[in-house]
């Protein structure tokens, strides 16, 4: 079993809509929460970051935080045709980024 | 100008070659990494480094080398090139609080 798992997609949807990307994770330890965007032919880049439990809000993204459930999403509002992209989730125990666990990343396309 | 920049952004070569990919950055952070993607496997970390004299393993380090050349140049050699290290790597910066900054990425496909 892999420590983070997140669901590859495709995931498609109509312009406006909310979109809700997830990741799960099975180290108790992790307490630092990343999402990164990576666009077609390019590296990925930080959209969110979280420690702990809670929510954290950004423009049309919030980022969610379930210690308890040992799941987190990040939510996109009002979605645009730009917001097409990967998005992967990233977790560690630690500061520092030489701890970090990546999702695989979830496909995104949304249709104008 | 990217603050991370990778040289060469493709790269087509043969089993048993050896290959360098560079990266040099500005963004005045001391650490540096190297990572790979592949479908299905999101980002597996290579090697980074602390600062010049500190080298680390990183999850795959098998099959590669780095050089830190200077705080702003840090670059990733394959000795001899085989068909499954056909992959994009990734160079980024790292802050001390785990954010990363990555570079445009290196496709190598080794045949």
């Known amino acids: 079993q892999k420590e983070v798992e997140q669901d590859p997609g495709p995931l498609s949807v109509p312009e406006g809509a909310i979109v809700s990307l997830n990741c799960t994770y099975s180290n108790s330890a992790f307490q630092y929460f990343m999402w990164y965007r990576q666009y077609s032919r390019k590296g990925p880049e930080l959209l969110m970051y979280?420690?702990?439990?809670g929510n954290k809000e950004d423009g049309r993204f919030t980022a969610q935080v379930d210690k308890s459930s040992k799941y987190i999403s990040l939510f996109i509002r009002d979605s645009q045709p730009s917001d097409s992209a990967t998005y992967l989730c990233?977790?560690?125990?630690?500061?520092?980024?030489?701890?970090?666990?990546f999702g695989q990343g979830t496909r995104l396309t949304i249709n104008p | 100008d990217a603050d991370v920049t990778q040289t060469p952004r493709n790269r087509i070569t043969k089993t048993g070659k050896r290959i360098m990919l560079e990266c040099s950055q500005t963004k005045g952070h001391d650490r540096m990494y190297w990572y790979r993607q592949d479908p299905g496997l999101g980002l597996r970390l290579i090697y980074y480094?602390?600062?010049?004299?500190?080298?680390n393993k990183g999850e795959i380090s098998d099959g590669y080398s780095v050089s830190r050349q200077a705080q702003a140049k840090f670059s990733l050699s394959l000795e001899s090139a085989i068909p499954n290290q056909t992959a994009l790597y990734f160079c980024?910066?790292?802050?001390?609080?785990?954010?990363?900054?990555f570079g445009e990425g290196s496709r190598l496909t080794v045949l």
């Open positions: 979280t420690y702990s439990s």
């Open positions: 990233a977790m560690s125990a630690g500061q520092g980024a030489q701890k970090l666990v």
């Open positions: 980024a910066v790292g802050t001390d609080t785990g954010e990363l900054f």
């Open positions: 480094s602390f600062d010049v004299k500190d080298i």
